[in-house]
Structures are given as structure tokens and as C-alpha cells.
Nanobody
Framework: QVQLVESGGGLVQAGGTLRLSCEAS????????MGWFRQIPGKEREFVAS????????HYGDSVKGRFTISRDNAKNTVYLQMNSLKPEDTAVYYC???????????????????WGLGTQVTVYS
């Protein structure tokens, strides 16, 4: 069974940093683009960042550009989200996602993600 398992969330003061990890199992991870999204209760899931299968292409949501960095280690079947200069408005559940049915690009994943992890809570306090 294919699984995506996020970790690394927590409670952090504004201006601080966190690094999220998402480990995939049960698939050839290195063939697929991967993405991070976030969601606040009562709101739609928001795109945060995505990365191509080989790491050469990345895309970011406007609200995180310059502060967050997505990366991946295909040898470890893991995608990361380095979050710097955190703000209270970054508080959300963060989800790792992909689409195991298509080997698209990092850009197309923004609108085609269908397979999700269970999420990890990030809380930023001022």
C-alpha cells in the first residue's frame, strides 16, 4: 500500500524555523513530482510548494516565496520543506501530496494532486 507520512511539525515562535519531512513507501518515489499544501479549518487546501521528480524544478505559493524551500532526497524516498521566518499566518496542517496516477511536472501537480498524507500540525505563535 502506498503511504505518505509527514513529520516535523510543532509549535514555534514567529521568526523561527521548522523542517518538515514526508517519507513515501510502496512506490517508485523518484519518478514523481511531490508537493506540500496546507489547510486551516474551514478553508480550502492551499498550495505551498512543489518539486519535480529530479529536483530541478520547483514552484512556490506567493505567500511563502523567499521563506520556504522544498527539496528531496530520492535515495531516502523523502521530500522536505524548510520553513524559515515563520509567521502566525503560517499556522496550518501541512500535507504532503502527489499523484501516483501521473508522472507530471511540478507545475501540473499544483492542480492535480490526489494522493495525500495525514498531515502534520504547524503552529506559529507571536
Amino acid at each position: 500500500q502506498v503511504q505518505l507520512v509527514e513529520s516535523g511539525g510543532g509549535l514555534v515562535q514567529a521568526g523561527g524555523t521548522l523542517r518538515l519531512s514526508c517519507e513515501a513507501s510502496g512506490r517508485t518515489f523518484s519518478e514523481y513530482p511531490m508537493g506540500w499544501f496546507r489547510q486551516i479549518p474551514g478553508k480550502e487546501r492551499e498550495f505551498v510548494a512543489s518539486i519535480s521528480w529530479n529536483g530541478d524544478g520547483t514552484h512556490y505559493g506567493d505567500s511563502v516565496k523567499g521563506r520556504f524551500t522544498i527539496s528531496r532526497d530520492n535515495a531516502k524516498n523523502t521530500v522536505y520543506l524548510q520553513m524559515n521566518s515563520l509567521k502566525p499566518e503560517d499556522t496550518a496542517v501541512y500535507y504532503c501530496g502527489t499523484n501516483w496516477a501521473m508522472r507530471g511536472s511540478a507545475m501540473t501537480l499544483i492542480v492535480s494532486t490526489e494522493d495525500w498524507g495525514l498531515g502534520t500540525q504547524v503552529t506559529v505563535y507571536s
